[in-house]
C-alpha cells in the first residue's frame, strides 16, 4: 500500500443512497495518554469543527470522494443509506482515504450530535426513504469538544463498580454515559473501559475546551482517567 503522510480527518454525511447531506468533520485522539502517548483506544476525545476542514476542502472531498463512492454503488445497484464516516489522511496531493465506516464515530458521534440542529429521528427516516433531498439538514456554528473519563487501567485490565457522582453543570455541558450501570443500592457505578464523555459547546473551540474540562470537575469518579490536551491544539 502507498505510505501516506499527513493530517488525519473524519468526516460525516447523511446519504438516502442516491443524495449526500453536506459533510460535517471532526478529528479525535486515539492514543491513552497526553501528546498520543501509550496504545491505542476506542477514542479519547475529540472536537469539531477541524482548523483545516474549510469551504474548499469540503467542497473537495465531496465532489472527489464521497459522492463519486455513494453514485458508484447506486450504479453497482448495491445503493448504502445511512451515515458514511470517511476516515481520511490530508497529504500534499490532496485528501486520501484510510477506510470507510457505515456509521458514527465513538466519541465522534457524541461530540456532532449536539451540533445538530435538525431533527434525527426524521433525517433517518427520509433516508431510509430515499428522500434526503427534501429535508433541511441544518448543522449549527458552534464548535464542539468532548472528552472521555475511562477506567483507571484502560485499555488494559480496568477494575469496574466504582462509584461516579456528578454534580451540576453547565446548559451547554452534556455527559453521554458510555459504560455505567446502577448498583442495588442505586448508585451510579462504572461498567466499562470508557465509561463517560463529557461534551461541551460553545462559539470557538477554545471555549468549548475550558467549558469541557470545568464540567468534569463536577465529575466524582475514583480511579478515573482522561487526557489534559483533546483540543489544546487543533493543528493536528
Not at 486520501?96 to 465506516?101: A, P, R, S
Request: with cysteine; glycine share 8%; hydrophobic share 30%.
Amino acid at each position: 500500500e502507498e505510505f501516506l503522510e499527513g493530517k488525519e480527518l473524519s468526516i460525516f454525511s447523511f446519504t438516502d443512497g442516491y443524495y449526500v447531506s453536506p459533510l460535517v468533520a471532526a478529528c479525535d485522539y486515539k492514543r491513552i495518554y497526553d501528546n498520543d502517548l501509550g496504545p491505542n483506544t476506542g477514542g479519547m476525545g475529540g472536537y469539531s469543527p477541524p482548523h483545516t476542514f474549510d469551504s474548499s476542502l469540503n467542497q473537495e472531498i465531496n465532489s472527489t470522494i464521497i459522492t463519486p463512492t455513494i453514485h458508484q454503488m447506486a450504479e453497482n445497484n448495491t445503493p448504502f443509506s445511512g451515515i458514511l464516516y470517511g476516515g481520511l489522511i490530508l497529504t500534499n496531493q490532496g485528501p486520501k482515504v484510510i477506510e470507510y465506516n457505515c456509521r458514527f464515530g465513538d466519541p465522534e458521534a457524541e461530540i456532532l450530535l449536539p451540533l445538530l440542529d435538525s431533527n434525527l429521528f426524521e433525517i433517518c427516516q427520509a433516508g431510509a426513504e430515499n428522500s434526503l433531498n427534501h429535508s433541511e439538514i441544518r448543522w449549527s456554528t458552534n464548535s464542539s469538544v468532548g472528552i472521555v473519563l475511562t477506567s483507571k487501567g484502560y485499555p488494559n485490565e480496568y477494575e469496574t463498580e466504582k462509584i461516579i457522582s456528578i454534580g451540576n453543570i453547565k446548559d451547554n455541558c452534556t455527559i453521554f454515559h458510555n459504560g455505567t450501570n446502577i448498583d442495588e443500592e442505586n448508585n451510579l457505578i462504572s461498567s466499562g473501559g470508557r465509561v463517560l464523555t463529557i461534551v461541551s459547546t460553545n462559539n470557538t473551540i477554545e471555549n468549548a475546551r475550558k467549558d469541557a474540562y470545568d464540567a468534569i470537575k463536577s465529575v466524582d469518579f475514583i480511579d478515573s482517567h482522561f487526557r489534559t490536551d483533546i483540543a489544546k491544539s487543533t493543528d493536528r
